[in-house]
């Protein structure tokens, strides 16, 4: 068994696209287990998207942003993983078997609905506190197919004001009114390819307005 705290440091790497957010967590192991020598983690295409908020208020997708943030988040992660001995696979987002596109888009209402219910406001009486989520045992034909133990999900998003946009905001705020220039958003799941639960949650969050006249 090796330590979970390398896939905590992997996912705190989510600074490499998210700069200064709040940060929450929910480990539910102390270990990763594995028949092998070292617990092996496919890294699932991290969905990450930048987006460019305009004077008017809309979101359009930056590619050049998006993609960097990509490579950037999968090298971090990768480079950390060899530091600490640790057997990472990073798949590839060009070859995806239908069964992984499926659990990538699973991960992303799963892991909204925990967001909402864990730790937001809605709390399910059901869940008594307890953080008890799982894409399903289904997903161990991943684990399988890819001779992995764990899977590493991540679901992020970062909305950036253009200048149009903080110019109009300063207007705003000289006449008080508050207006948004800014958010991120997102979590990662680190999953069991045996069980589908989800072993380790964290959550990153925040937004940006500016201050009109009280």
């Not at 480990?27 to 295409?45: F, G, H, I, K, W």
């Not at 208020?57 to 950037?72: C, D, F, K």
């Not at 207006?179 to 949650?201: C, K």
Request: charged residues 20%; glycine residues 8%; proline residues 3%.
């Amino acid at each position: 068994q090796r330590s979970f705290h390398w896939v905590t440091c992997c996912i705190l790497l989510a600074s490499v696209v998210s700069g200064c957010a709040y940060h929450s967590n929910v480990q539910q192991v102390a270990t990763l287990e594995s028949e092998a020598d070292n617990p092996r983690v496919l890294l699932m295409p991290p969905d990450i998207r930048y987006y460019l908020i305009t004077a008017g208020g809309l979101s359009e997708p930056h590619a050049e942003w998006t993609q960097a943030a990509r490579e950037n988040f999968s090298i971090a992660v990768g480079n950390h993983a060899r530091q600490n001995n640790t057997e990472l696979k990073i798949l590839d987002d060009t070859d995806l078997t239908p069964t992984e596109v499926s659990y990538i888009k699973l991960h992303e209402a799963v892991g909204y609905t925990a967001l909402m219910n864990h730790f937001g406001s809605l709390k399910l009486p059901t869940k008594n506190g307890e953080f008890d989520w799982s894409l399903g045992p289904g997903i161990a034909e991943i684990g399988e197919e890819q001779r992995a133990d764990y899977g590493l999900f991540v679901f992020y998003r970062d909305e950036q004001a253009s200048g149009g946009r903080i110019a109009v905001s300063v207007l705003a705020a000289a006449i008080g009114s508050a207006m948004s220039v800014g958010r991120e958003y997102g979590f990662a799941s680190l999953v069991d390819l045996e069980s589908g639960d989800i072993v380790w949650f964290n959550v990153v969050r925040s937004e940006e307005h500016t201050s009109g006249r009280r």
